[in-house]
């Protein structure tokens, strides 16, 4: 599809649509319908399209397969490490209104949005990397496991 | 405010070894991957034992998941039964990972290395969630953790090109894995349908009023087969020989150690704590269908180990017959026999982990663990076959080891509810099991060598774990307090009603 000139043009205008609008879904998550789970979804969803128009090989490298698994491990991290530091500033694992025992309002808020950004980052990763090796060649990778 | 590590401990149990899971992916490095999870490891085993001691001291530690309380929060719930297992569990791991250093370095090629030690970490953390948690759905959550980790760590075992069979046997557990998730998944929401609740504690409350229904009947049937599922009780072992015979050596002492027992627990933990022991056993009758399903568990299991080609597979089929033993034990329904099967899960653990030690130390010398692999390398590897050869007795159930006193405990407390046949059956099991360890140890002595391999004894940091669990095995026969003790304090608070 390289040379498909219409569909280059039009991916080339929906992909910057189709993440901002994951970002929307993200930290609009507090308020409304959305959250990190749907966000990363909907963000990984622009780079199969990028994949699919330009090719496996150009998304590969604006996000190589080594980017996306750091990526998936750091939004673990990002989640878990909210509930360690929570933990740390003298509430339960989790308790983020001890994140800010000045506001906990504020606390709960920042937590919440930390979590889901964590959410989101993981789940965009996995996203990206279950796309890659159900596109890549079977045989570019027989060693068994990723 | 002041900050104290002491009332954190429930939660660090399980969140120490999860965390240290992408903390090792992200090092890619074999070393620094195995260092997290030893490291990670012997954390949870301390914090294991500092909660074991505690709970002992102070009754039931229960710890708030962000703050919320603990009927729309989840909680977790520490009591003498779980605290128990958790020390098993992490012990099992902070073993058995110095061992699988060189095991995996053979097994393995240098990309699955580090990964093997993230799947390691992440299945050990699900198990000690499943364990930890006072949550009827957080154990369906943990329950995944750790399958889906152990189905990748045995589809390893097809890595470098060796055999493929390991993605089968992958595959098939996952297929029956997921089936046992679904049934324990379906039986939590239909328990969650009648009372409106997921606390173990608060299901336990609030069942009595509806445990009448037909919904609940069937909450408890979807509950007892979908662990049995995954604890392989006969007649759903099938998925069990096979993942245990192609998998990694060490993943195989991991889960022989823990996975089955770990769903032996949830299995116990819903039919007495939440169903209760009236409605499991007076009400229902539950022993009437554990009883018959052990005894053929352990005839079958026995047989088909004797007739194996494969060590690995022969010491799967036996695991097969010990899953049945513990179900024996639990089918007496008294306070007795189900501490007779709290211990025999400890002891099983101990001893079936020193076997696939043994035969995973003979995989990396031989290059195989069929039997003419073995054949003739008792001599060549003394040390390695002793503890093969312990290991064996205490499997049997010879005096002075483990397996007797689980037998011991086994037989007197079977004696008060079905007398002498039963007693004449476990006997007449135990000479079964001598059956099919002797043959490992006629191959090992007694026949020539029938491949041209290096004889050499197994790498010290092989030999030193599953020494330290030979030594275990003869230790605890010996002072039995802590298994003993705590198993029949366990089942006497189980049956006693009181959390």
């Given at each position: 599809?390289?040379?498909?000139?219409?569909?280059?043009?039009?991916?080339k205008?929906?992909?910057?649509?189709i993440m901002?609008?994951?970002?929307?879904?993200q930290?609009h998550?507090?308020?409304?319908?959305?959250?990190?789970?749907?966000a990363g979804?909907i963000f990984?969803?622009?780079?199969f399209?990028?994949a699919?128009?330009?090719g496996l090989?150009?998304?590969?490298?604006v996000?190589?397969p080594?980017?996306?698994?750091?990526?998936a491990?750091a939004?673990?991290?990002?989640?878990?490490?909210?509930?360690?530091?929570?933990?740390?500033?003298?509430?339960?694992?989790?308790?983020y209104g001890?994140?800010n025992?000045?506001d906990?309002?504020?606390?709960?808020?920042i937590?919440v949005l930390?979590?889901?950004?964590?959410?989101?980052?993981?789940?965009?990763a996995?996203m990206i990397?279950?796309f890659y090796l159900?596109?890549s060649?079977?045989d570019a990778?027989?060693s068994?496991?990723? | 405010?002041?900050?104290?590590?002491g009332a954190?401990?429930?939660?660090l149990?399980?969140?120490?070894v999860?965390?240290?899971?992408p903390?090792?992916f992200?090092?890619?490095?074999?070393?620094?991957?195995?260092?997290?999870?030893?490291i990670?490891s012997a954390?949870?085993l301390?914090i294991a034992s500092?909660?074991?001691?505690?709970?002992q001291?102070d009754?039931?530690i229960?710890?708030q998941l962000?703050?919320?309380?603990?009927?729309?929060?989840?909680g977790?719930?520490?009591?003498?039964?779980?605290?128990f297992?958790l020390?098993?569990v992490?012990?099992?791991?902070?073993i058995a990972?110095p061992?699988s250093l060189?095991?995996i370095?053979?097994?393995?090629?240098?990309?699955?290395?580090?990964?093997?030690?993230?799947y390691?970490l992440?299945?050990?953390?699900?198990?000690l969630g499943i364990?930890?948690?006072?949550d009827a759905?957080?154990?369906f959550v943990f329950?995944?953790?750790?399958?889906?980790?152990?189905?990748?760590?045995?589809a390893?075992?097809?890595?470098?090109g060796g055999?493929?069979?390991?993605?089968h046997?992958s595959?098939r557990?996952?297929?029956?894995?997921s089936i046992?998730a679904?049934f324990i998944?379906?039986g939590?929401?239909?328990?969650?349908m009648?009372t409106?609740?997921?606390?173990?504690?608060d299901?336990?409350a609030r069942?009595?009023?509806v445990e009448d229904?037909r919904t609940v009947h069937?909450?408890f049937?979807?509950?007892?087969i979908?662990?049995?599922l995954k604890?392989?009780?006969?007649?759903?072992h099938t998925?069990?020989p096979?993942?245990?015979?192609?998998?990694?050596?060490?993943?195989s002492v991991?889960?022989?150690g823990t996975?089955?027992k770990?769903?032996i627990?949830?299995?116990?933990?819903?039919?007495?704590s939440?169903?209760?022991?009236?409605f499991s056993?007076?009400?229902i009758?539950?022993e009437l269908?554990?009883?018959?399903?052990?005894?053929?568990?352990?005839l079958y299991?026995?047989l088909c180990?004797?007739?194996?080609?494969?060590?690995?597979?022969?010491?799967a089929?036996s695991?097969?017959?010990?899953v049945?033993y513990i179900?024996?034990a639990?089918s007496i329904?008294s306070?007795?026999?189900?501490?007779a099967?709290?211990?025999?899960?400890f002891?099983?653990?101990l001893m079936?982990?020193?076997l696939?030690?043994?035969i995973?130390?003979?995989v990396y010398?031989?290059?195989?663990?069929?039997l003419f692999?073995?054949a003739?390398f008792?001599?060549?590897?003394?040390?390695?076959?002793?503890a093969l050869l312990?290991?064996?007795?205490?499997?049997v159930?010879?005096?002075?080891?483990v397996g007797?006193i689980s037998?011991?405990y086994l037989?007197?407390?079977?004696l008060d509810?079905y007398?002498l046949?039963?007693?004449?059956?476990?006997?007449?099991?135990?000479l079964?099991?001598?059956?099919y360890?002797?043959?490992?140890v006629?191959v090992a002595w007694f026949r020539?060598?029938?491949?041209?391999r290096?004889?050499?004894e197994?790498p010290?940091s092989?030999?030193?774990?599953m020494?330290?669990l030979?030594l275990?095995n003869v230790?605890?026969a010996?002072?039995?307090?802590l298994?003993v003790?705590?198993?029949?304090?366990?089942?006497?608070?189980?049956?006693g009603g009181?959390p």
């Amino acid at each position: 599809m390289q040379h498909d000139l219409i569909l280059r043009i039009a991916a080339k205008l929906l992909i910057p649509m189709i993440m901002l609008y994951a970002l929307y879904v993200q930290f609009h998550g507090d308020y409304g319908p959305g959250g990190g789970f749907q966000a990363g979804v909907i963000f990984a969803v622009s780079i199969f399209l990028y994949a699919l128009v330009f090719g496996l090989p150009a998304a590969m490298r604006v996000f190589s397969p080594t980017l996306v698994q750091a990526l998936a491990a750091a939004g673990v991290l990002l989640y878990a490490g909210v509930g360690v530091v929570s933990m740390i500033s003298g509430g339960n694992f989790l308790d983020y209104g001890a994140l800010n025992p000045g506001d906990r309002a504020l606390g709960e808020h920042i937590g919440v949005l930390l979590i889901e950004l964590g959410v989101g980052i993981t789940v965009a990763a996995v996203m990206i990397m279950l796309f890659y090796l159900f596109a890549s060649p079977i045989d570019a990778d027989d060693s068994g496991g990723h | 405010m002041e900050f104290g590590w002491g009332a954190h401990l429930p939660i660090l149990q399980v969140i120490v070894v999860l965390l240290a899971a992408p903390l090792a992916f992200l090092t890619r490095r074999v070393r620094a991957a195995w260092l997290i999870a030893f490291i990670a490891s012997a954390i949870a085993l301390w914090i294991a034992s500092r909660l074991l001691i505690q709970v002992q001291q102070d009754g039931v530690i229960v710890y708030q998941l962000g703050g919320w309380a603990a009927p729309m929060g989840i909680g977790y719930h520490i009591d003498l039964l779980n605290a128990f297992m958790l020390v098993l569990v992490s012990a099992i791991s902070t073993i058995a990972l110095p061992y699988s250093l060189r095991s995996i370095e053979n097994e393995l090629s240098a990309h699955s290395q580090p990964l093997f030690y993230v799947y390691w970490l992440l299945c050990v953390a699900g198990l000690l969630g499943i364990l930890a948690t006072g949550d009827a759905f957080n154990v369906f959550v943990f329950l995944e953790i750790s399958a889906l980790s152990t189905y990748a760590l045995i589809a390893l075992g097809s890595d470098r090109g060796g055999d493929r069979r390991a993605l089968h046997a992958s595959l098939r557990y996952l297929l029956l894995g997921s089936i046992g998730a679904t049934f324990i998944v379906i039986g939590i929401g239909l328990l969650y349908m009648m009372t409106g609740t997921l606390n173990m504690m608060d299901l336990a409350a609030r069942l009595p009023a509806v445990e009448d229904t037909r919904t609940v009947h069937a909450a408890f049937a979807f509950l007892v087969i979908g662990t049995g599922l995954k604890a392989a009780m006969f007649p759903l072992h099938t998925w069990l020989p096979d993942a245990y015979t192609h998998a990694p050596s060490a993943t195989s002492v991991l889960l022989a150690g823990t996975s089955t027992k770990v769903a032996i627990y949830v299995m116990l933990r819903f039919l007495i704590s939440v169903f209760g022991f009236e409605f499991s056993f007076i009400g229902i009758h539950v022993e009437l269908w554990l009883l018959p399903l052990a005894v053929l568990a352990i005839l079958y299991g026995s047989l088909c180990a004797v007739y194996q080609m494969d060590a690995k597979r022969l010491l799967a089929y036996s695991s097969v017959a010990q899953v049945g033993y513990i179900f024996l034990a639990i089918s007496i329904g008294s306070a007795a026999g189900i501490a007779a099967g709290l211990i025999h899960m400890f002891n099983h653990a101990l001893m079936k982990a020193v076997l696939f030690m043994a035969i995973g130390a003979v995989v990396y010398r031989a290059g195989g663990s069929r039997l003419f692999h073995i054949a003739g390398f008792g001599r060549a590897m003394p040390w390695t076959f002793g503890a093969l050869l312990l290991g064996g007795m205490s499997l049997v159930g010879v005096p002075f080891t483990v397996g007797f006193i689980s037998k011991w405990y086994l037989v007197t407390s079977s004696l008060d509810t079905y007398g002498l046949a039963l007693v004449v059956f476990v006997l007449a099991s135990s000479l079964l099991a001598a059956l099919y360890v002797w043959r490992l140890v006629d191959v090992a002595w007694f026949r020539p060598v029938m491949h041209e391999r290096e004889l050499q004894e197994a790498p010290l940091s092989m030999l030193l774990p599953m020494w330290v669990l030979v030594l275990a095995n003869v230790y605890f026969a010996f002072d039995s307090d802590l298994t003993v003790g705590i198993a029949q304090r366990t089942a006497a608070v189980l049956l006693g009603g009181a959390p």
